[in-house]
């Protein structure tokens, strides 16, 4: 098991190559470990795949209604592992979560790692061993996420709170909000409208919609900091 104190989560929600390649980029740059939760293929997440040193691929399975993955569990984690055959770690999309689901998760796929928890700035957070039927999941909570500062009133661009909070630290960001330094809904949502599908942008067309000064990317960049100072941070398989 790992002893890292701390680890970076992406979950990729369909943002495009330019996207997903600079944040790996700034990752690279600091020799910084995450775990990449997919929703789709291309050739940046192939890339992501080939730097097997630095990034592991989980899978990011949309268990919602008008799901592009499949209407059932099972179509879905059937979709999700034919992207990432190897993953054996998820989160759901929206941490959707149920009993079902799990016992589904254990009997069709290799998957045993799931994030899918959200415990806010919570100390003494610790991996869990879930007892399921068809054998036991690792349950890894994570304790912050870039949507969740951006539902504040007050978003807080300052990661001086957690860096010594007690116990593991799973930070969980999306690629478009690092790529865009997303500061509120209200403008990213304003962004969207701007530009079409973000699915489908180009670096050209988001370059003028990127903001300066403090936003998710300067949190996801003082994060870097923080897990590089600290080993390289730990990846989702590595709990196993």
Known sequence: ???????????????????????????????????WFITHLSPAVERLRARRDLFELGIHPN????????CT????????MHLVPEAVSMRSHSVYQSGS????????????VDSSTFLPEMAYIRPLEQPLPGGVLKRIPFIWGDDYELCKVSPCWDFSRLRDLPGLQIFLFHPIHVYLNTV???????VKRRTGPLSEATA?????????????????????????????????????
């Not at 104190?5 to 390649?21: K, M, Q, Y």
């Not at 689901?101 to 045993?112: G, N, S």
């Not at 936003?215 to 080993?231: K, N, P, Q, R, T």
């Open 101 to 112: 689901l799990y016992a589904c998760v254990l009997r069709d796929t290799p998957i045993r």
């Open 73 to 80: 569990h099972e179509e879905v984690l059937r979709h999700c």
């Open 1 to 35: 098991m790992s002893q890292q104190r701390f680890g970076l989560t992406l979950d990729v929600d369909w943002a495009p190559d330019c996207v997903i390649d600079a944040v790996a980029q700034r990752l690279e740059a600091h020799a910084v470990r995450a775990t």
């Open 204 to 240: 050209e067309r988001l370059q003028a919609q990127i903001k300066s000064g403090l936003g998710i990317a300067s949190l996801f960049d003082e994060a870097i900091d923080i897990v590089a100072s600290a080993g390289g941070g730990a990846v989702m398989r590595e709990f196993l």
């Open 63 to 70: 268990f919602l209604p008008g799901s592009t993955h499949g």
């Open 184 to 190: 509120s809904f209200a403008e990213y949502e304003a």
